[in-house]
């Protein structure tokens, strides 16, 4: 499957992780979440408060790596999301995502595949986390 749009990315891996064919955990989410440092894609909440973030992109995959590394100040997880035909690039690249942590996963065929897991990090700014949180929980940004 091929996408048209970032957002048609965007809303395709927010259905998946609805479903329940998803090794993610249930969480509330909210999109388009701003900070000082920039807007995040999706961010999600778990109900103990865990927050995972979500860059997605179409190709540049390298930029996507550096805008997921930046939401680490202030999620507990972050992910990388592309499209499964431009995925393979990055998974040549494996030992960045692990370098700084992130995860990566790919949509195709409207299911989430997951390639690398991201560690669990300490959010550098836990007042950003708990804005994050508040977010998601009211379904804005």
């Not at 592309?82 to 040549?92: C, E, F, N």
Request: proline share 4%; with cysteine; charged share 25%.
């Amino acid at each position: 499957m091929s996408f048209s749009s970032e957002w048609e990315l965007v809303r395709s891996f927010a259905r998946s992780v609805g479903s329940r064919r998803t090794t993610l955990p249930k969480m509330s989410l909210c999109f388009e979440f701003l900070f000082m440092g920039g807007k995040t894609d999706v961010i999600g909440v778990t109900g103990k408060g865990t927050v995972y973030s979500f860059e997605a992109k179409l190709k540049r995959w390298r930029k996507c790596l550096d805008q997921a590394y930046r939401n680490t100040s202030f999620s507990h997880y972050s992910y990388v999301v592309l499209p499964g035909d431009t995925v393979h690039k990055a998974l040549q690249e494996e030992e960045l995502f692990q370098k700084r942590g992130v995860g990566l996963c790919s949509m195709e065929g409207g299911k989430l595949r997951l390639h690398i897991r991201p560690k669990k990090l300490q959010p550098l700014q836990p007042w950003l986390t708990q804005r994050a949180v508040t977010a998601a929980r009211e379904g804005n940004p």
